[in-house]
């Protein structure tokens, strides 16, 4: 059985970081991209960062770019998100998802396997 745990999330400053970890199992997921997306109350899931298979691309919502860092490690099946210089309408459930395919998508529906997602609240 295909799980994706999500952890890291909890309440920051502005101006503050958190790091993401997405932890995979039931699966290996080398070979394919890997994203993260949040949902803010009320609004609908968005594409916040994504990470090709095999590492070497990565993409990010411009409203998170020059601030969020994508990183992968195969080896253990795991999928990071570093965020710096929180801001309060980062504030939202984020969550990591398994791609189709190897390469980048950006939709919602390109990708397969969701976790459970972790809470960020970024107070002002």
């Known amino acids: 059985q295909v799980q994706l745990v999500e952890s890291g999330g909890g309440l920051v400053q502005a101006g503050g970081s958190l790091r993401l970890s997405c932890a995979a199992s039931?699966?290996?997921?080398?070979?394919?991209?890997m994203g993260w997306f949040r949902q803010a109350p009320g609004k609908a899931r968005e594409f916040v960062a994504a990470i090709s298979w095999t590492g070497g691309r990565t993409s990010y919502a411009d409203s998170v770019k020059g601030r969020f860092t994508i990183s992968r490690d195969n080896a253990k099946n795991t999928v990071y998100l570093q965020m710096n210089s929180l801001k309060p309408e980062d504030t939202a459930v984020y969550y990591c998802?398994?791609?189709?395919?190897?390469?980048?998508?950006?939709?919602?529906?390109?990708?397969?396997?969701w976790g459970q997602g972790t809470q960020v609240t970024v107070s002002s």
């Open positions: 998802a398994v791609c189709r395919g190897p390469n980048i998508l950006t939709m919602v529906n390109g990708y397969d396997y």
């Open positions: 039931g699966r290996t997921f080398s070979n394919y991209a």
